[in-house]
Structures are given as structure tokens and as C-alpha cells.
T-cell receptor
Framework: RKEVEQDPGPFNVPEGATVAFNCTYS??????FFWYRQDCRKEPKLLMS???SGNEDGRFTAQLNRASQYISLLIRDSKLSDSATYLC??????????FGKGTTLSVSS | DAGVIQSPRHEVTEMGQEVTLRCKPI?????LFWYRQTMMRGLELLIY????????DSGMPEDRFSAKMPNASFSTLKIQPSEPRDSAVYFC?????????????FGPGTRLTVL
């Protein structure tokens, strides 16, 4: 089983749609969790950290379920500029991050 | 502020040649990471340093790969000899402290093609 698994997509949605991405991780000792965003041929950039109580940043909501080893990202009112690959990231080796392969989102007008 | 700087941005070389990738982390950051990204395997951690000391190199594929961090402002990743399967985008990232929730800042990457 891969350490961090994501549905690769692509998810094709119209502007204004709500879309949800899921991610599972294998190591129950994982300590911290993130979503990174990567645009085509660019470097990954932090979108948001994921906290146990869940957290929201504008149109983005992240949830963590430690019992199920599951992380989610919800994007409301999708914009064209949200088109990118979203990487689920987990830390369970001290300071190193383990990345999922990413879920591709395409928002169309 | 200058971000993480990587050079070269693109490298095309022939199999068997030595390749050296360079990284300058953000000033004041004390953790540095080297990653490799391919379509097949995604983003993989190769090695990381804390305060210039290699902490975990278990991701380094084989002896052909080596990394150094001679000082806080410079790191290299060397492949010798290079092989076509090494073709990938190599990212360097830095982080200010070892705090688990501190953001990693990535450089623009080096796109390596080995013919």
C-alpha cells in the first residue's frame, strides 16, 4: 500500500461548482498534514495546513479524520484559477514530507 | 525576498555524464530538502539536511547519487554517471525550522533530460 494515496482525477468541473478531494495515508503515527498546490510546470506551493479540528481558508476547507487516516479538501465556488494539481502531504518521519501523486482539477467556464 | 534558487533550470546531457544540480536556500532557513518528480512516481524525497547535516538519505536511489551541503547557503546534488531513467524534475526546498507545521518553500526546479 502506498504511503499517501489520492485519486489522480482529472476532476473537470464548471465555474462555481463545489469539488472535494480525498486522500488516505498508511502510517497511523503521522503527525502533520497539508495540502499543496502545483500549477503546470511549476513548483509546489503550500495551500493550507490541515488541523485535527478541521480548518477553513476562504473557499477552501480541509478536514482530517485520524481514526480513518483520511484527509479531505473541499473547494467551494470554483474559479478558473483553481485549475491545478492538488497534492496531499503527510509528515511521519520527523521533518520530511511524504507527497501523494496529486489530484488534477480543471475548472471550465 | 529571493526565494529558493536552483540552477541550472534545464539540463540536457548524455548517458554516462556527470550532472551537478545546485541550490541556494532562503537565507535563515536551516532545513533543506531535495526532491525528484516524475509522472510515474510523483514527488519523492531524496535527502534532507538540518543545519547542513544530512539527516535522512534513504530516498537516494543508489550510489550514483550524492548530495552535499558545505554551508548554510549552498547545496549540490550530483549524479555520476547519469542514466536515462534519471530524467525528471529535481526540486530543492527549504524550511525555516524543524517545526512540523512550518511551510517548505520550493525552488523552481531543474528539468533534467538524460539522453
Amino acid at each position: 500500500r502506498k504511503e499517501v494515496e489520492q485519486d489522480p482525477g482529472p476532476f473537470n468541473v464548471p465555474e462555481g461548482a463545489t469539488v472535494a478531494f480525498n486522500c488516505t495515508y498508511s502510517n497511523s503515527a503521522s503527525q502533520s498534514f497539508f495540502w499543496y498546490r502545483q500549477d503546470c510546470r511549476k513548483e509546489p506551493k503550500l495551500l493550507m495546513s490541515v488541523y485535527s479540528s478541521g480548518n477553513e481558508d476562504g473557499r477552501f476547507t480541509a478536514q482530517l479524520n485520524r481514526a480513518s487516516q483520511y484527509i479531505s479538501l473541499l473547494i467551494r465556488d470554483s474559479k478558473l484559477s483553481d485549475s491545478a494539481t492538488y497534492l496531499c502531504v503527510v509528515n511521519f518521519k520527523g521533518t520530511a514530507l511524504i507527497f501523494g501523486k496529486g489530484t488534477t482539477l480543471s475548472v471550465s467556464s | 525576498d529571493a526565494g529558493v534558487i536552483q540552477s541550472p533550470r534545464h539540463e540536457v546531457t548524455e548517458m554516462g555524464q556527470e550532472v551537478t544540480l545546485r541550490c541556494k536556500p532562503i537565507s535563515g532557513h536551516n532545513s533543506l530538502f531535495w526532491y525528484r518528480q516524475t509522472m510515474m512516481r510523483g514527488l519523492e524525497l531524496l535527502i534532507y539536511f538540518n543545519n547542513n547535516v544530512p539527516i535522512d538519505d534513504s530516498g537516494m536511489p543508489e550510489d550514483r547519487f550524492s548530495a552535499k551541503m558545505p554551508n548554510a547557503s549552498f547545496s549540490t546534488l550530483k549524479i555520476q554517471p547519469s542514466e536515462p531513467r534519471d530524467s525528471a524534475v529535481y526540486f530543492c526546498a527549504s524550511r525555516p525550522t524543524s517545526d512540523l507545521y512550518n511551510e517548505q518553500f520550493f525552488g523552481p526546479g531543474t528539468r533534467l533530460t538524460v539522453l
